[in-house]
């Protein structure tokens, strides 16, 4: 970004790259969340929800390069190392420890509301100020809170499923 471009911005932009870099981190541990829970989830609904979790991965990834590109046009580095993921991010990675595909979207529901969370803030701190990080962290966070609203239909679902299961078991 010229120096003119930065001279517009009413904002600490290093604290927004830095701010940028946390939500970067949390977008790769997001997508490896999806990936990695994409390929061992198992129980009822698997087939159907298998291939949107790797959706969902491939637009995490995305937001990632998204950031990384803001983060450089503002004059910084994007997160250079793997090991720094857990570091920066204020979203905890849980590992499908148990691939139950319950449990898998549970992980993957804490994950995008602490996602929602983030880019709202980042909204907040750019509206009016940044226009483009702050178009850019809104397309973001349409899409998390719309994958919100695909794991809490799944959830619902599955919920159902139980319930009509258990009426034809009495």
């Not at 491939?58 to 004059?75: F, V, W």
């Amino acid at each position: 970004m010229g120096k003119h471009g930065k001279e517009i911005l009413n904002l600490d932009v290093d604290d927004l790259i830095n701010k940028l870099n946390e939500a970067l981190a949390e977008e790769w541990l997001a997508y490896y969340q999806y990936w990695i829970g994409s390929r061992v989830i198992e129980g009822p609904m698997r087939t159907d929800i298998e291939p949107e979790l790797q959706v969902h991965a491939d637009q995490e990834l995305n937001h990632a390069d998204m950031l990384a590109n803001r983060i450089d046009q503002l004059g910084g580095t994007p997160v250079l190392s793997p090991a720094e993921w857990m570091k920066l991010s204020k979203c905890e990675y849980m590992p499908p420890e148990d691939p139950y595909v319950e449990k898998i979207l549970e992980q993957n529901l804490d994950a995008e509301r602490c996602a929602i969370k983030r880019y709202q803030e980042l909204a907040n701190m750019t509206y009016g100020k940044d226009h483009t990080t702050y178009n850019i962290v809104t397309q973001i966070l349409d899409e998390e809170v719309e994958h919100e609203q695909e794991i809490e239909d799944w959830m619902g679902d599955i919920d159902i499923m139980k319930e009509n299961w258990k009426k034809m078991r009495m």
